[in-house]
């Protein structure tokens, strides 16, 4: 069934230039510098842009000094990990992407992690229980929207975090594979596509997908997406029972 592009969504998540080498200091991902122009062709097929940033301070119970000090537990109830100061306002790595719109010219945008001691992955939700929503979901759901075509950074932790949450939350989620990059080698389809257990994912030219078999599966463990010769190069994300 084709959808009116009224139904249809693109969410940005955190394409920020933090997540880029442009901002060596922080946590840049390879090649995050060069997602806009997919992030543009995806809000093309859509009636709705969404966008989402990361706003954290630099004083954060959960900020470590060093990226050698990264990623161990904190205790906290809605920061898991530690990481090194990322995304502060004010700052060149808070600002997002120049191909990009500003917030301001998005039709939704959410700012998260803006308390200190909340470090949410998921652009839906402010906490790491889904509890307390950013406002996003109601939105779409309030408008329509069955569909919703997402990219950003990084593809193993906040994208893939919102793409599951917007699952769950009933809506339909493609993956545009070249609107993504991913913070570690191994994680580009691997941890970000650990969701492969819970949802089937299938790589197709067009908009009507195939489930993937499980044979194809290894293709998502590669450390780069798979080259699919024409557009959409997507990923549609379907719940398993």
């Given at each position: ?58 004083h ?33 790595g ?45 939105y ?29 939350a ?8 070249p ?63």
């Open positions: 069934m084709t959808l009116a592009k009224t139904a249809i969504a693109s969410f940005d998540v955190d394409a920020q230039k933090s997540f880029t080498p442009l901002c060596p200091n922080e946590l840049p991902v390879v090649g995050g510098d060069r997602i806009g122009a997919e992030l543009n062709y995806m809000a093309s097929l859509a009636g709705h842009r969404i966008g989402s940033k990361d706003a954290h301070t630099p954060a119970p959960w900020v470590v000094a060093q990226h050698s000090q990264m990623l161990q537990p904190t205790g906290l109830a809605h920061a898991d990990v530690t990481w090194v100061s990322h995304c502060v306002p004010g700052t060149e808070f600002t997002l992407l120049d191909e990009l719109p500003t917030p301001y010219d998005y039709d939704y945008f959410v700012w998260k992690g803006v308390e200190p001691d909340l470090h949410p992955y998921g652009a839906c939700y402010h906490d790491l229980h889904d509890k307390l929503s950013t406002g996003v979901i109601e779409l759901k309030a408008r329509g929207v069955v569909r919703v075509i997402v990219g950003g950074l990084a593809l193993d932790y906040c994208v893939k975090t919102t793409a599951l949450q917007l699952l769950k009933g809506l339909q989620v493609v993956l545009h594979l609107a993504c990059r991913s913070i570690s080698e191994e994680g580009v389809y691997r941890r970000s596509m650990s969701c492969s257990r819970r949802v089937l994912s299938s790589v197709a030219p067009a908009m009507n997908w195939p489930r993937l078999r499980s044979a194809q599966a290894s293709t998502l463990n590669r450390a780069t997406p798979p080259r699919i010769p024409f557009r959409p190069r997507l990923v549609n994300l379907v719940p398993v029972n």
